[in-house]
T-cell receptor
Framework: DTAVSQTPKYLVTQMGNDKSIKCEQN?????MYWYKQDSKKFLKIMFS???????INETVPNRFSPKSPDKAHLNLHINSLELGDSAVYFC??????????????FGSGTRLTVV | AQSVTQPDIHITVSEGASLELRCNYS??????LFWYVQSPGQGLQLLLK??????LVQGIKGFEAEFKRSQSSFNLRKPSVHWSDAAEYFC??????????FGRGTSLIVHP
């Protein structure tokens, strides 16, 4: 039973389209995150929600909009996709808050390719 | 501001050889320290963590890491590498309310 699951695993789409990535965790964790990993493997935090409340909103284009319908779900919607949005997007969760001493649990990633 | 440095972008070892991956950090106090592994096409998996107590911590897959406060280091070690250990390894730090800061990663290549 997957702890943090993301769908889809692969997403190929044309510039200008709108797409969503879904994430669900069954660990009972309080906090969920979206990370972007670029082609050089650099991980950048995008957003974080704690119990459905947005607590981290890094410098991300407002074409990216997260939504957390409940504590176990965090979705990412991207409008007007651009070539530079191509990356791997990871969902993660942690038991408590952002500085959790127990670390994060990551999903397996969504590879987004914009053509 | 906190920061993490992984000085080695790539490390190549032969199967069965020992391994040490370096991690140095900058932080105002003792941080929480982590090593994650990312296999090709997969997400990051937590290998081990340190937040207090014994400075030598054991993790999964036979890995261990040692926290050295005087050197601001948290190096990852394994006595005998297996071909399946080939992956990207990330060191990370966090503390209090801070989100983790990840290093740029070290790519481990294992030769048969």
């Amino acid at each position: 039973d997957t702890a943090v699951s993301q769908t889809p695993k692969y997403l190929v789409t044309q510039m200008g389209n709108d797409k969503s990535i879904k994430c669900e965790q069954n660990l009972g964790h309080d906090t969920m995150y979206w990370y972007k990993q670029d082609s050089k493997k650099f991980l950048k935090i995008m957003f974080s929600y704690n119990n459905k409340e947005l607590i981290i909103n890094e410098t991300v284009p407002n074409r990216f909009s997260p939504k957390s319908p409940d504590k176990a779900h965090l979705n990412l919607h991207i409008n007007s996709l651009e070539l530079g949005d191509s990356a791997v997007y990871f969902c993660a969760s942690s038991l408590r808050g952002t500085g959790d001493a127990y670390g994060y649990t990551f999903g397996s990633g969504t590879r987004l390719t914009v053509v | 501001a906190q920061s993490v440095t992984q000085p080695d972008i790539h490390i190549t070892v032969s199967e069965g050889a020992s391994l040490e991956l370096r991690c140095n950090y900058s932080y105002g106090a003792t941080p929480y320290l982590f090593w994650y592994v990312q296999s090709p096409g997969q997400g990051l998996q937590l290998l081990l963590k340190y937040f207090s107590g014994d400075t030598l911590v054991q993790g999964i897959k036979g890995f261990e890491a040692e926290f050295k406060r005087s050197q601001s280091s948290f190096n990852l070690r394994k006595p005998s590498v297996h071909w399946s250990d080939a992956a990207e390894y990330f060191c990370a730090i966090s503390g209090g309310s801070y989100i983790p800061t990840f290093g740029r990663g070290t790519s481990l290549i294992v030769h048969p």
